[in-house]
């Protein structure tokens, strides 16, 4: 081949005049022994540029995740829901005689009638010879539960101020009537000082004597109130959450709000479903609808304390059917697919006794509140729930790496092995594209340029000839 034709074949001029920092360098090498060392170097530099770039492809698409944690300060943190329970359902003085055969299955495990209750001591009432239709337990607790009127809860006070009942909105939880304080998501109360004389307080007189419940029923045995700090977009869940007082207390519950913000799949698993009985989608939302959907289908009615709009069940039915499905759910035998939401907010307490009421308190304030000094130690749980700190903390989850990212590593590491840019990859193009023409102009020869065969042809005739 004569020099000219070599200048004109497209690897050297691609060679020659690209960007890509070496190639050119092989072609104007002073020696062999330099070309050599080029060829080398351009080698070992490719292979390590694709060990990065695959190892970086890898990291990416295994869509890792860090976690950011925040504490944020404010002048005003958002004062979270109280939710409180009676840990029992019904006041004994409250149930005539037919509410008691009513409700024998539930409370007693065994069905009783008129005459065995009478037998067992209670005193004939204007209801023995009524019958139990069209009685059910959600009208029951309302009337014959626990309440928070004036003499149940003499005490209430927020930030030194007041409150009553009519602060307090009413739900049926797994422990009857519960009452919660600030359920009102749009307009929550805000703490602005720290601390416990500036949170929200109440004392409630539990009534120890009209407890009716037994173990063996599936009710309780214990003596306290529940109560349970939480997000009110969210249902509290009573059973399984919050924190019990006893009485004879004044328990100061300290609380610290916690943000989390997941991330959605590949990198999370976080998803934000729609519920049907509640606004928002939390995990207790939908705990609660899977409960309720459980049951709905295995006994046909729905228990008084789980979402839904099928008849509530009957109190015979509560123990032969419902408690056993939600044993089943609890066991983890009936499945509930619940994802993590993608923001949540939850509340984190930490609780700490002092001895109640004092000397002072007993004789003094106990008389004022219609009690004796004995008994408001033994039925009085006052609580306080306050921040300590005006501040909460924020909890995010972030991608390890995300596209921004990637590309910028990518480019570093073409700088660095390989010396390229996004344009280079034109220049790549551009002779990939001259080489692909020159092949397809190659293939198209033997018709088309039959003049410039000629010499090779007359010398092939000579040679014949010959
Ligand atoms: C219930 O029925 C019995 C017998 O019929 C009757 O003697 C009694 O007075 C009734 N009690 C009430 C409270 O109506
Ligand atoms: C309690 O309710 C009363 C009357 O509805 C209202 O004026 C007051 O602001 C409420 N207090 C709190 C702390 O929400
Ligand atoms: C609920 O229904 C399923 C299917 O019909 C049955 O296998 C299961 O034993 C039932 N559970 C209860 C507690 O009745």
């Known amino acids: 081949m004569s020099p000219e034709e070599e200048k004109e074949s497209p690897e050297k001029e691609f060679a020659g005049n690209t960007t890509l920092h070496g190639l050119n360098r092989i072609v104007i090498a002073p020696s062999g022994y330099f070309r050599v060392l080029w060829v080398l170097a351009i080698l070992s530099s490719y292979s390590g540029f694709a060990y990065m770039f695959s190892t970086m ?87 014959k539960g626990f309440d928070i009127h004036w003499n149940r809860m ?86 399984t959450q919050g924190i019990a007082l006893a009485p004879g207390n004044h328990a100061f519950v300290s609380v610290k709000r916690i943000l989390y913000e997941n991330h959605v799949p590949p990198w999370g698993v976080c998803e934000d479903r729609q519920l049907e009985y509640y606004d928002t989608y939390t995990l207790n939302g939908c705990y609660l609808e899977c409960r309720s959907k459980h049951v709905v289908s295995n006994c046909s009615c729905r228990p008084y304390n789980l979402p839904g709009t099928a008849p509530t069940c009957d109190p015979t039915t509560m123990f032969t059917c419902v408690n056993d499905v939600l044993d089943q759910v609890i066991r983890g035998e009936l499945k509930c697919d619940c994802p993590v ?42 609580f306080s729930v306050f921040y300590e700190k005006l501040n909460y903390q924020k909890i995010t989850e972030l991608k390890a790496m995300d596209g921004g990212q990637l590309a910028s590593n990518i480019g570093g590491m073409m700088g660095l092995f390989i010396g390229a840019s996004l344009l280079t990859l034109l220049e790549v193009w551009e002779y990939l594209w001259q080489r692909l023409k020159g092949f397809l102009g190659k ?24």
């Open 57 to 143: 492809i890898i990291d990416y698409f295994s869509y890792d995740t860090i976690t950011d944690t925040k504490l944020e300060f404010d002048d005003e943190v958002i004062f979270p829901a109280v939710t409180i329970c009676n840990m029992n359902k019904f006041d004994e003085s409250k149930l005539k005689i037919i509410d008691f055969v009513y409700l024998s299955m539930f409370l007693y495990a065994v069905q009783l009638d008129v005459d065995t209750i009478i037998a067992g001591g209670a005193i004939p009432d204007e209801t023995v010879n009524s019958t139990t239709e069209g009685m059910n337990v959600e009208d029951l607790l309302l009337q």
């Open 154 to 239: 003499p005490l209430c006070i927020w930030k030194g101020v007041h409150c009553t009942e009519r602060n307090f909105t009413h739900s049926f939880g797994h422990y009857g009537n519960c009452y919660t304080f600030n359920a009102d998501a749009d307009n929550p109360l805000k703490q602005s000082m720290q601390g416990s004389s500036q949170g929200f307080m109440a004392f409630i007189d539990l009534k120890v004597d009209e407890y009716t419940e037994t173990y063996t029923a599936g009710g309780n045995a214990e003596v306290g109130l529940k109560l349970l700090v939480h997000d009110p977009r969210e249902p509290p869940m009573m059973d």
């Open 341 to 382: 939401p993608c923001r949540m907010t939850s509340y984190s307490t930490s609780v700490s006794y002092a001895g109640w009421p004092n000397r002072h308190t007993r004789t003094y304030l106990a008389p004022y509140w219609g009690m004796d000094s004995n008994y408001i130690t033994a039925n009085g749980v006052v």
């Open 443 to 466: 293939h198209r020869r033997p018709t088309v340029i039959d003049v410039k065969t000629q010499p090779h042809d007359i010398e092939r005739g000579i040679v014949f000839h010959k």
